[in-house]
């Protein structure tokens, strides 16, 4: 009788268990279904929202030529830079600070505006873009102190001299 009753009890807890797993594999392959037909809407959603393949494959050309002979007083060696055919660079240089210069230097190029986003958001300064509705969300991130762990771990950093190098011709490039 204990055994049946444990057997009854650990087989509502396993159905219990199933059943959200159930519901969202259900509401998944209901939202695709939905999402990748005319049921709905005019046109396939899924398709037009798709990084690979919808709207957002426009934000930059597809055909964009970053081949260029650049030239900076700071290099020391020869260095190239291969963009594959997701434009995912991949640098290849003689020595190390070249490597850290350009990487440095495609950051700026490509992310500049993402890179200084993300920096005022973590020290809790996003309303100086977004205006008063960031207000809440940089409270917040102050009382976290991202900005203070942030210097210190820098100050931590530039302790290991090799790694400060390193971070100075980031900042360079």
Not at 67 to 89: I, Q
Not at 149 to 166: F, G, Y
Request: charged share 20%; aromatic share 12%.
């Amino acid at each position: 009788m204990y055994c049946d009753a444990c057997f009854v009890f650990y087989s509502i807890i396993y159905f219990m268990r199933l059943i959200p797993f159930l519901i969202s594999t259900a509401a998944t392959a209901g939202l695709v279904t939905v999402l990748n037909s005319t049921l709905v809407l005019p046109a396939p959603l899924g398709k037009l929202l798709s990084p690979q393949n919808g709207v957002w494959q426009n934000a930059e050309k597809n055909n964009a030529e970053f081949n260029a002979n650049l030239t900076f007083r700071e290099l020391k060696g020869n260095a190239n830079v291969y963009f594959d055919d997701r434009l995912v660079p991949h640098v290849f240089a003689e020595n190390d600070e070249d490597l850290y210069f350009i990487q440095g230097y495609l950051h700026a190029k490509f992310r500049l505006f993402q890179m200084d986003l993300q920096t005022k958001a973590a020290e809790g300064r996003a309303s100086e873009i977004a205006g008063e509705k960031a207000i809440v969300f940089d409270r917040e991130q102050r009382r976290l102190g991202m900005r203070y762990a942030a210097e210190n771990s820098l100050m931590e950093m530039e302790k290991i001299l090799n790694k400060k190098k390193c971070l100075m011709l980031i900042q360079t490039g």
